[in-house]
């Protein structure tokens, strides 16, 4: 069961993400970002870019609510900085949808509305995190 999520059911997570793969692709590819599937063995895609000036910009689909039958993928965005002390970040819900876009205009737009509003969480208030060691980096 990794990360919580039953083998029965991951199937039925990572399918609609599976649909939405080739435009994931296509975006990461058009963007420069990296395209990570299935984090922490979980079922989920996340987008991101590491900037020069050392702030990670990430873009992230996943379940969030399992009430069966109903699966509901959430759309999350964030953006943070390490530091020797601990780690500032600022991030939010974006949306979300009983049923993600399936068509590939549907899904460019809804990818191009999350990264732009992602890239501006640089300038939004950033929260400190504290990490007592380097153990998150």
Request: proline residues 8%; aromatic residues 10%; contains cysteine.
């Amino acid at each position: 069961m990794p990360n919580g999520t039953p083998p029965e059911e991951w199937g039925d997570l990572e399918l609609p993400l599976l649909a939405i793969d080739p435009v994931l692709v296509e975006f990461a590819e058009a963007h420069r970002l990296e395209l990570v599937r299935n984090y922490h063995s979980s079922p989920n895609r996340m987008l991101s870019r590491h900037e020069t000036d050392g702030v990670v910009i990430q873009l992230s689909i996943s379940p969030v609510v399992i009430p069966r039958p109903t699966i509901t993928y959430g759309v999350f965005i964030m953006a943070w900085r390490d530091t020797q002390d601990g780690r500032y970040s600022a991030a939010r819900e974006f949306a979300r949808f009983s049923n993600l876009p399936k068509d590939k205009s549907d899904c460019l737009e809804l990818l191009e509305s999350a990264w732009t509003a992602a890239t501006q969480l640089r300038n939004e208030r950033w929260n400190y995190h504290y990490f007592p060691d380097a153990r998150h980096r």
